[in-house]
T-cell receptor, first 114, second 113 residues
Framework: AQTIHQWPVAEIKAVGSPLSLGCTIKGKSSPNLYWYWQATGGTLQQLFYSITVGQVESVVQLNLSASRPKDDQFILSTEKLLLSHSGFYLC?????????????FGPGTRLLVL | QQKVQQSPESLIVPEGAMTSLNCTFSDSASQYFAWYRQHSGKAPKALMSIFSNGEKEEGRFTIHLNKASLHFSLHIRDSQPSDSALYLCAVSAATSSGQKLVFGQGTILKVYL
């Protein structure tokens, strides 16, 4: 069975500090991976996607970057946090890209920037 | 650019009622349409998806798609308190680098006893 883990579960960070969020998928080879952001009470917004190791496409510019160093790992990071980065960060995976197969979400990381 | 709108913003229904949630989209070339459910504090979870015009039923849930009217909907028969959640519709959209999924702003459903 596939499992998706995200770390950390929650973070409180200062404005201007760096951030690194991680996501690991087990039990699925070469999945498509996604990062989403959801502001409190807000719409779920796709940030990045990756269809293979080392290849990441940006969907929305939010002063964040993403990397896929391994087939089963997706990292979201920034060197300088903004207040507007607060929210719920979700990693997701799917099998197909062109026909938008069902996306399966991880448990998420809650981030509060002060 | 794909725009996805949901209505109503929130809904309160009694247990056992039929609940109808709506979603409109702007790109008639969209190929994938889905509903996700997100319980409070949890991650979204896929409920149902559809690719072509018509209707699809799974248990108490039915999805309708009408591409010509740029509209699809989710109907929940015999609504239960456990159905209380945020419902998100999602539609595929073409971008310069491939397809992406665009979500609506959500409908908050509360089912009371």
């Amino acid at each position: 069975a596939q499992t998706i883990h995200q770390w950390p579960v929650a973070e409180i960070k200062a404005v201007g500090s760096p951030l690194s969020l991680g996501c690991t998928i087990k039990g699925k080879s070469s999945p498509n991976l996604y990062w989403y952001w959801q502001a409190t009470g807000g719409t779920l917004q796709q940030l990045f996607y990756s269809i293979t190791v080392g290849q990441v496409e940006s969907v929305v510019q939010l002063n964040l970057s993403a990397s896929r160093p391994k087939d089963d790992q997706f990292i979201l990071s920034t060197e300088k946090l903004l207040l507007s980065h607060s929210g719920f960060y979700l990693c997701a995976w799917s099998l197909a890209w062109e026909y938008q197969d069902t996306q399966y979400f991880g448990p998420g990381t809650r981030l509060l920037v002060l | 650019q794909q725009k996805v709108q949901q209505s109503p913003e929130s809904l309160i229904v009694p247990e056992g009622a039929m609940t109808s949630l709506n979603c409109t989209f702007s790109d008639s070339a969209s190929q994938y349409f889905a509903w996700y459910r997100q319980h409070s504090g949890k991650a979204p979870k896929a409920l149902m998806s559809i690719f072509s015009n018509g209707e699809k039923e799974e248990g108490r849930f039915t999805i309708h798609l009408n591409k010509a009217s740029l509209h699809f909907s989710l109907h929940i028969r015999d609504s239960q308190p456990s159905d209380s959640a945020l419902y998100l519709c999602a539609v595929s959209a073409a971008t310069s680098s491939g397809q992406k999924l665009v979500f609506g702003q959500g409908t908050i459903l509360k089912v009371y006893l």
